[in-house]
């Protein structure tokens, strides 16, 4: 039996510990390993896991180094040929591991599984039925708030939500883990962004289902600011120059609006931070080249074979 590792990166995040893990440690699957990344929390989480879940390996960091650093120091001290991040805010269906092992020996060239993941206190409604990356350069929740009524089906699909995505571990051993630069937001399409530019696919899987506290653990000015700067940090990193040529229009017609509905709304601390952070991420376009060209360097994917998996933007 494959060895499965889930890392659950946590922040002051207590109060959502127990039903996450508990609903881990009733999987049917068997081979897991359970890894708590902690960031620094002062809530008393660490000696909650230690003293009620001490099967769990806990990874004490020593300060906040946001989703993606808690999420690579978790997958550093994973063991598992499936390494899989969970969100602390969720609880997961007895077979989901079941099924995420199951789509992985179905799908040789799937690097990366995506769950359905249901609203924690509506759980006929979507948060996301795996990821979509649209032609205007940004990012969505296939499905977010609709009805499940199973219209979403198993197959492929852009990426996987950093909430409850999978990863086999031979893909990260050949694309890297996630960018520490994004520090929260984004982190997820940016890995899929690699994982597809060498020829790993995405696939969505119905049957692995994830309840998340929709933004039980995020949001405000914090998303603001990182959506706004990470946007751009995806783009520029793994756009191929032909894609970008074909839908620059596009790209710049969206980031010119959302910078101006942020204008509109400047008086409001979120539009502020979307601001703040297009701005950084301009800043920042240096540094992201020379990330670029190491990425560009080692695709293998025509642009065909990406535009493929683009959604068409309305309008």
Known sequence: MTLISVVIPNWNGKKFLAPCL???LAQTWSDVEIIIADNASSDGSQAFIEQDYPTVKLVALDDNYGFTGACNAGMEAATGDIVVLLNNDTEVEPSWLSEVAAAFERYPDAGIVASKMLLFDQRDTFHTAGDIFHTNGTPGNRGVWQKDEGQYVEGPVFSACGGSSAYRKTMLDQ????????????????????AHLQGWETIYVPSAVVYHHLKATGGGTTASFYDGRNFIYVLVK?????????????????????????????????????????????????????????????????DAEIDQLLTVSEG
């Open 175 to 194: 694309i890297g883990l996630l960018d520490n630069d994004f520090f929260f937001s984004c982190e997820d399409v940016d890995i899929a962004w690699r």
């Open 238 to 302: 793994n756009l191929p120059s032909g894609l970008w040529r074909k839908y620059r229009g596009q790209i710049l017609a969206k980031q010119w609006a959302i910078a101006t509905d942020a204008l509109k709304a400047w008086r409001g601390a979120a539009a502020r931070a979307t601001l703040k952070g297009q701005l950084t991420g301009l800043m920042h376009l240096p540094r992201l080249l020379k990330k670029r060209r190491a990425i560009q360097a080692a695709k293998t994917a025509t």
């Open 22 to 24: 508990d609903s881990l």
